[in-house]
């Protein structure tokens, strides 16, 4: 009878080298670690950010609710405002190839630079892997880490889920708020909440 690769590897003692089923993110505890290659091909590892605060932005620029937060500059200026007082900005397109928002790298960059993007890479995850790690469900959809590698907030940019512009300046920014506790060592009041936007398309 034939062993499967499982069997074989529990009765040689090497289950300790099988990949552990990860964990869904929760916030207050290590967020879910990953290396991945930006679209100028430089390798970001999560834990080489270990001392600073780091913000996730899934972001897919054919969906109308990010286009919301880009095409007034809005996202743009909490990603400045972020980078500028030491954070790691990290966008993360999960499209699948031949999908709504899938690009490829230099289409990426392009856009980055017409939007005037602060972000601190983008990266490209078409096989969904970092975002399913993530369970990222919308675009966009926030994550932050503090400088402890642990999850401080999880949900939606804002506090309207509507996709006009207009909206935006008597909204709470979520991420901003975010931050600014993390940086002043104050509890952050709303670490969670409902993600909106359009459907991550994996």
Known sequence: MKLTILAFLSAVGLTAFLPAANAAP?????????????????????????????????????????VKHYEPGNMQKVQKEATDNGAIWLTIVSSAEGKQGAVAADEANKIMEEVGAHSTARILDPSGEIGKLYEAKTTPHMFVINKEGVLAYAGAIDSDSGFKSESIANATNYVTEALKALDAGTAIKVASTKPYGCSVKY
């Open 26 to 66: 929760v916030v207050g505890e290590p967020a879910p670690q990953f290396t991945a290659v930006d679209t100028n091909g430089v390798e970001h590892s999560l834990s080489d950010f270990k001392g600073k605060n780091v913000v996730l932005e899934w972001s897919n620029h054919e969906c109308p609710f990010v």
